[in-house]
């Protein structure tokens, strides 16, 4: 299974369209009866503890039009919040995620490009992507390899009919701040971009064809439409069966996704909403659906803090 498609679910890649975009994030009325029946979609939990109650909501963070409004279940835990807790807020400050981009994910002027990092091969498969997906290749010179592969990934999406502005916790986040509800971020973009920079030259070059090759094959297009659908129904088994296939990866981008951005960042994540649990009697926090499934999930890892934790769907 390859991976970049995954890393979509991993990290909020707000910084791979116009930051502008954040803004246009779509906004459906919440008439009560669209919640009556609005379908489940991700996942989602209850965690209780000494009288507090945190909603925890598996998302993605793409989106199309069909995936509004959420559930009632949802809704109501945004309603009663005090507090809305995000991986980071993708309506934040736009010049912050472009200095994160700039220092983790772009060269130095003159030191190199993504281009120059492949082997000859590749070269000119990746100058077909950029053709096939209107990408200006003065924009993406500067890119690192890691970052060019995120933004093929989000590119593949979109010809998929799925879309960055539409994505779940932009939607969460825009009715916050329309309520004026306070948004905790439990992660930061720098902390997101500096895990991917943490490659060296020779892997982030690895990280790219690997992505080239799962588009060139459909990989990436068949992946996206099963982690998209398994999002929309609420269909844990499907879920599950992806974790499953992501700890089973043996590619190098698999190896690198399952270890670092799920691995590595489900304890910190489990310690800032097991303390907004403490802090608040009512919360919600919202994060990738994969950091909610398989083994040591961030529901898991709240379970051994002896919290108490459902699984609603």
């Not at 809704?75 to 994160?100: F, K, W």
Request: proline letters at 5%; aromatic letters at 8%; hydrophobic letters at 45%.
């Amino acid at each position: 299974m390859r991976r970049q498609i995954i890393v979509l679910f991993c990290s909020l890649f707000w910084f791979a369209v116009p930051a502008l975009r954040a803004q246009e994030a779509v906004q459906q009325p919440v008439q009560q009866s669209a919640r009556q029946t609005a379908p489940n979609r991700g996942a989602l939990f209850k965690v209780a503890q000494n009288g507090h109650t945190l909603y925890l909501f598996g998302t993605i963070h793409v989106g199309a039009p069909d995936f509004y409004p959420l559930e009632e279940r949802v809704l109501g835990a945004l309603e009663r919040a005090s507090v809305l807790a995000l991986e980071i807020d993708p309506l934040a400050d736009p010049g912050r995620m472009a200095q994160a981009v700039q220092q983790y994910g772009m060269y130095a002027r003159g030191a190199g490009s993504a281009q120059g990092a492949l082997p000859a091969p590749y070269r000119p498969r990746l100058e077909r992507l950029l053709r096939q997906y209107a990408l200006d290749a003065d924009t993406v010179a500067g890119m690192k390899p890691w970052l060019l592969a995120s933004v093929l990934t989000v590119s593949e999406f979109s010809a998929q009919g799925y879309d960055t502005a539409l994505a779940v916790d932009a939607w969460l986040a825009r009715q916050a701040h329309q309520r004026k509800l306070p948004v905790l971020e439990l992660e930061s973009p720098e902390s997101q971009m500096a895990l991917f920079d943490r490659m060296t030259a020779d892997e982030q070059s690895r990280f790219l064809q690997e992505g080239i090759d799962a588009i060139d094959d459909h990989q990436q297009a068949s992946q996206a439409r099963e982690i998209a659908d398994a999002w929309r129904n609420a269909d844990a088994a499907a879920l599950d069966a992806l974790a499953r296939k992501a700890a089973d990866d043996d590619t190098f981008s698999g190896r690198f996704v399952q270890r670092m951005l799920l691995d590595a960042r489900n304890p910190a994540l489990a310690d800032g909403i097991a303390a907004l649990l403490a802090r608040e009697t009512d919360s919600l926090a919202a994060i990738g659906v994969l950091h909610l499934v398989g083994t040591n999930s961030v529901p898991e890892l709240l379970r051994k803090r002896g919290l108490a934790v459902e699984r609603i769907y």
